[in-house]
């Protein structure tokens, strides 16, 4: 170019409207702009520009090669495009600067921007695409800023850091490439804030084993891999990170990572939303979690720290229940844990089960001495911490249960001591591998505490064949070996059917040795249940209506599942419904008329009054 070859040092040259075809390099400091504006004037090179001296190019398309920065020069681009490189687009090396507005590096065979040395560079407001290699690739110490840039189609990541370099991008998206859209594996610093992640084949932001990274206000959808991965090693800051329709987890912390995820978003992936590696330890603060089929998935050996994390729309829930909050007093305010001797005095006023109550303080005992003799350096004798409660419905199975979880809790046999109810339901999936997420998941919500399985039998039909209970159970008993000093789970159900639950699997056989006998209640104890809805409610029995109470259950049938408890509850209720039709057609009823309850509101009291 004729006018290039005889410009001074700092030149500044005007191209006229056209293409041009040449063999450009700059030796020397130059401005070359486009007098017609920027497309105005293409510039179809015959190999690659070497720029060694400072350069800023406005306007102007390069065709056919890249540019290459060298040295200490610094290349200024404004509102340029290079397409079509054979190789490289724009490349810097050893102390070279880049600064970029506006500008386009797109159709190229290989990076779109490579930085490699101690280069640096700052893009605003740039697009980087449709690249053969990696969009951008930054190695050595390189550092580059970009700002509300596009970097999009490229075959290999959209961003790639490496070695000891460094990134920073605010605002912006990547999208559509056939790896990650940002994977970073360096020492230096990765600062990324407000930009969007979209439709990557692989993960969407990769934190490399060893790399430190922020990441803020950013949004990742539609990885076809994972959302975001926090490899071997890796920290991650994460904040305000939305985290959407992931191919796999949502966020992957891998063994030994650490970090920190808070005000965070996951929702619509197809692994649990985030798993969380083998002594991996991150912090998950103020998360919500929703419109996933699991939650979190947590290695034996990892340690997560859960702060506020809220659940919605997931259909398997492994979040850890918080420990319980104290107890309340009757006047509302807290109160202290219930002592030891105050839950035996509440196991001891429950109606009935006389054998269960033996039962229970035997073991208590056998616990206090266990205690005891550790406390003085002796090995404690067996105890049998796993429980069959074997009766019917309405017994007091899942009361006592309660109570049992508390009373080991102030023996310090169990971190908490709550109960988590389970069913076959909670369970067993519905295809196959969903039943084992979902029996961990009911499990370690439980651990510290009480894992109630009622109707138990039910995970061992018979002429089961392949049924997904029986994975159930065996998952049950691996749990059961790995967190042997950490939970107690009882099995419930008709006594029947509980034995031959236990004998469906030789591992239950082995950890179920100990079977409480719920007996049903008698028509007496039945009425005292009774009496206490009765008071609950503030009601009073009239003349000869407890002796109708006792009447009406002392005529019942009792059947194979007769209900108990629920039958006395049951009762009640028919009594107040009974009572209030009564009592509607008085004009002017007193208050003994509103509280007392007659025989003749009792079923059986009235048919043979009828019938008398």
């Given amino acids: 170019m004729s006018l290039l070859a005889s410009a001074s040092d700092g030149a500044v040259v005007e191209i006229p409207a ?14 070359l702009i486009a007098a017609d504006g920027p497309g105005s004037v293409t510039i179809e090179l015959d190999g690659p520009c070497a720029v060694r001296a400072d350069t800023e190019l406005r306007g102007l398309t390069i065709s056919g090669a890249g540019l290459l920065v060298l040295g200490a020069s610094r290349l200024r681009l404004s509102d340029c495009v290079v397409r079509g490189a054979a190789s490289t687009g724009v490349g810097l090396r050893d102390d070279a600067r880049l600064s970029a507005d506006r500008s386009h590096i797109t159709s190229v065979s290989g990076n779109g921007l490579f930085l490699g040395g101690d280069a640096t560079a700052r893009l605003v407001g740039c697009e ?5 290699f990696s969009a951008v690739h930054l190695a050595g110490r390189a550092e580059l800023e970009c700002e509300d840039c596009v970097v999009f189609s ?24 056939e790896l990650s859209g940002i994977s970073a594996q360096t020492a230096g610093r990765v600062v990324l804030s407000g930009c969007t992640v979209r439709k990557t084949e692989r993960a969407g932001i990769l934190i490399g084993e060893g790399t430190t990274a922020r990441v803020e206000r950013c949004r990742i959808e539609q990885a076809g891999g994972t959302g975001l991965v926090v490899w071997t090693g890796a920290t991650v800051r994460a904040r305000d990170v939305v985290v959407a329709g992931a191919g796999k987890n949502g966020v992957f912390f891998a063994e030994d990572s650490h970090g920190e995820l808070e005000d965070c978003e996951i929702s619509h992936t197809t692994y649990p939303a985030i798993h969380v590696g083998e002594r991996a330890d991150p912090q998950l603060r103020a998360l919500h979690i929703h419109d996933v089929d699991q939650d979190l998935d947590i290695a034996e050996s990892a340690r997560p720290r859960l702060i506020d994390v809220r659940v919605s729309d997931v259909a398997v829930s492994t979040l850890p229940l918080p420990p319980p909050g104290p107890e309340r007093a009757a006047g509302g305010g807290p109160d202290e844990a219930p002592t030891l001797e105050e839950l035996i005095g509440r196991l001891d006023n429950l109606i009935g089960l006389g054998s269960v109550k033996r039962d229970v303080t035997a073991m208590i005992n056998v616990m206090r001495l266990a205690r005891r003799r550790m406390e003085i350096g002796l090995p404690p004798p067996p105890t049998d911490r796993h429980l069959v409660f074997a009766g019917n419905p309405g017994t007091g199975k899942t009361t006592v249960a309660r109570l049992y979880g508390k009373i080991l809790h102030a023996l310090g046999m169990i971190e ?155 009762l009640f209720q028919t009594l107040t419904e009974r ?34």
């Fill in 154 to 177: 490229s075959a290999e990541h959209g961003v790639r850091v490496t070695e000891e370099s460094s990134l920073r991008i605010d605002g912006g998206t990547v999208r559509d490439c």
């Fill in 18 to 31: 056209g293409g041009y075809r040449e063999q450009l390099s700059f030796t020397r400091p130059v401005t």
């Fill in 128 to 132: 980087l695409g449709e690249t053969a």
């Fill in 416 to 570: 908490h001591g709550h109960l988590v109810e389970a069913d076959r339901s909670m369970l067993v999936g519905e295809y196959v591998g969903h039943t084992a997420p979902k029996t961990t998941a009911a499990f370690r919500k439980a651990l510290g505490g009480v894992l109630f399985i009622d109707e138990a039998y039910a995970l061992a039909p018979v002429g089961g064949g392949n049924d997904f209970g029986q994975e159930a159970v065996a998952t049950l008993v691996k749990l059961m070996e790995d967190h042997r000093d950490e939970i107690v789970v009882i099995v419930a159900g008709y006594p029947g059917d509980m034995q031959r639950f236990i004998d469906s699997n030789p591992g239950l056989a082995s950890r179920f040795t100990r079977t409480l006998m719920f007996d049903d209640y008698s028509a007496e104890q039945l009425a005292d249940i009774v009496d206490n809805q009765v008071a609950e409610h503030r009601y009073e029995l009239g003349p000869g209506t407890r002796a109708a109470i006792v009447r009406h259950f002392a005529s019942q049938f009792r059947e194979a599942g007769f209900g108990n408890g629920r039958s006395a509850r049951q």
């Fill in 579 to 612: 009572h209030a039709q009564r009592t509607a057609l008085i004009a002017e009823p007193t208050t003994r008329d509103l509280t007392v309850l007659s025989p003749e509101d009792v079923p059986l009291a009235a048919s043979e009054s009828a019938a008398g």
